[in-house]
Each structure stands twice: as C-alpha cells, then as structure tokens.
C-alpha cells in the first residue's frame, strides 16, 4: 500500500510561482507512474500532467505546457510540481496520483493511490 503526502500549496497572486512536493511511502516509488490532478468545487479531478517511472517522459494538459513542470527524485520517493506564471483559473486542490499502468495515463481511474490534496489559490 502506497502512501502519498502533498505539500506546498497556498495562496499566490496570479503571475506567481508554487512548487508542490508529493512524498511516497510504503511502496516502490519507481515502479510507478505518477501524476497530478486538480479539482475545482464543482469539477472532476483534471489531469494536470503525469511523468513516467524513470522520469524520461512527461505529458501535460495544454493549459500547463510552458508554465508547469513535472518532476521526480526517485531515490528521495517524491515527486514535484513547478508552477509558474499562475492564473485564477490554477485554482484547485491539487493531488497526486500513483499508478502501475503501462504509458503514461491521463484518466483518473488509472491510478491506484492518492493523496490527499494541497489548495492552490491564485488571486487576480
């Protein structure tokens, strides 16, 4: 059983940066692929961007490209997320994800643990 600890959210004004850190325990970290999600109050989890297990290849959702970055250290078993040139629209709970699946999923249902959420508030 994987365990998955977010941290690093808060409240920034647009235009800013936050850098999310997602601690593992009780698992592998390489074996998995990992990603994060964002939920707003009245949306499903999104996906943000995910990053294989060797950290080679990462996807994003177009919103992110060019202004997040997605990241791991597997032998510290945690993953990162670079935000930078924040919007309102960046506002959510953000979670990560774990997932044994083969590629790199973009669907929540892939993935088999998470975390618990950090908030993310980005004010205009």
């Known amino acids: 059983q994987v365990q998955l600890v977010e941290s690093g959210g808060g409240w920034v004004q647009a235009g800013g940066s936050l850098r999310l850190s997602c601690v593992a325990s009780?698992?592998?970290?390489?074996?998995?692929?990992m990603a994060w999600f964002r939920r707003t109050p009245d949306k499903e989890r999104k996906f943000v961007a995910a990053?294989?297990?060797?950290?080679?290849?990462?996807y994003y959702v177009d919103s992110a490209k060019g202004r997040f970055t997605i990241s791991r250290d597997n032998p510290r078993n945690t993953l990162y997320l670079q935000m930078n040139s924040l919007k309102p629209e960046d506002t959510a709970v953000y979670y990560c994800?774990?997932?044994?699946?083969?590629?790199?999923?973009?669907?929540?249902?892939?993935?088999?643990?998470w975390g618990q959420g950090t908030q993310v508030t980005v004010s205009s």
């Open positions: 990053i294989s297990r060797d950290g080679s290849s990462s």
């Open positions: 994800a774990a997932g044994d699946k083969s590629g790199i999923p973009t669907m929540p249902v892939f993935y088999d643990y």
């Open positions: 009780g698992g592998t970290f390489g074996r998995y692929v």
